[in-house]
């Protein structure tokens, strides 16, 4: 968390829905509301089924449930006070509180990151060195590589959180965007090292985020190559189906990503920042339960036998 800070300013002012038409404050409320209660609802119940069947006790399903709970703490750390603040008149959030809400953040947004990374190193090993699978993803090499992936994140959290907030802040306090995001918060610190620290942090997040990129490109590489050595069509699709549904979460994490973070300068509107800042806060977490239900047919036929079984009479 930041050390000793020198600000001026004591709280901050998120104004990121404040310019569009009153009217659509409700529609925005309860659009984003449903989807939240969707994103918690879905991971929840991957992670029972995950639980629950002893089918499913695996190196991929491991990982899938430690990435459904970053992504329920990321949007936790977000949504809930995104969701007050459509609904108060003054968006006020104290400094520490924007602190904190930028850690948990940054943390569990760059955890999601390192677990989708191993998710890829996973299918790698699944495809291109079946017989040394159970050597190479043994429980204790998954669950060393699920704790790198949170202390990971957590050390980017901190890092980025206490470069921003020894930055000095005179004001004014107006914050573009409905969260403590660093972009908008740099415009508004003061003192001659802002820029440095700026370029710093925005060095450190798109080494870490393209690394990860990388690296995943890198298995895919070479699980394609793999796969289109398998002779039978057949043997091929059933190859690739079982890497679906973590490729296109995938694309959707860092395709919205990018169009976020490496978004050309130049005059934006803060309505469209606003928007195209809640594709990666709020739809990207919400599709990424339904993609791994849909796309997965294991984990799609553990959740009807777990719950649809339960809800349906006998003999339905």
């Not at 899938?64 to 006020?92: G, N």
């Not at 920042?273 to 594709?279: A, I, R, S």
């Not at 806060?281 to 997965?296: A, D, G």
Request: aromatic content about 12%.
């Amino acid at each position: 968390m930041p050390g000793q800070n020198n600000s001026t300013v004591s709280e901050f002012i998120l104004i990121g829905f404040s310019n569009f038409p009153h009217q659509l404050i409700p529609v925005f409320f309860f659009l984003f509301l449903l989807m939240y209660l969707f994103t918690l609802l879905g991971n929840l119940l991957v992670m029972a089924t995950i639980w629950s069947q002893h089918s499913l006790h695996t190196p991929i399903y491991l990982f899938l449930c430690a990435l459904s709970i970053s992504e329920i703490l990321y949007t936790f750390a977000i949504i809930p006070h995104m969701l007050a603040d459509l609904l108060s008149i003054r968006h006020a959030i104290a400094l520490m509180a924007c602190a904190s809400q930028m850690f948990f953040s940054f943390t569990f947004g760059f955890t999601h990151s390192f677990l989708l990374t191993v998710m890829g190193y996973d299918r790698y090993v699944a495809i291109c060195h079946p017989l040394r699978y159970n050597v190479l993803m043994s429980p204790r090499g998954c669950a060393f590589l699920v704790a790198w992936s949170w202390a990971g994140g957590s050390v980017m959290g901190m890092v980025v959180t206490t470069a921003i907030f020894n930055l000095t802040f005179c004001g004014p306090n107006e914050v573009h965007h409905f969260f403590c995001h660093v972009p908008p918060l740099v415009k508004l610190a003061c003192g001659d090292n802002v820029s440095v620290v700026a370029k710093g942090v925005g060095l450190v997040c798109i080494a870490a985020l393209l690394g990860c990129c990388l690296l995943i490109l890198l298995s895919y590489a070479f699980i394609v190559a793999a796969i289109l050595k398998i002779p039978s069509a057949k043997g091929r699709h059933k190859a690739f189906s079982t890497c679906a549904s973590h490729l296109i979460v995938v694309i959707v994490h860092y395709g919205f990503a990018s169009v976020i973070y490496l978004k050309p300068k130049g005059p934006h509107s803060l309505e469209g920042d606003t928007l195209m800042g809640t594709t990666y806060t709020v739809l990207t977490p919400f599709l990424s339960p339904i993609i791994f239900s849909l796309r997965n047919k294991e984990l799609k036929n553990s959740l009807k036998k777990t719950f649809l079984s339960k809800l349906l009479p006998p003999g339905s």
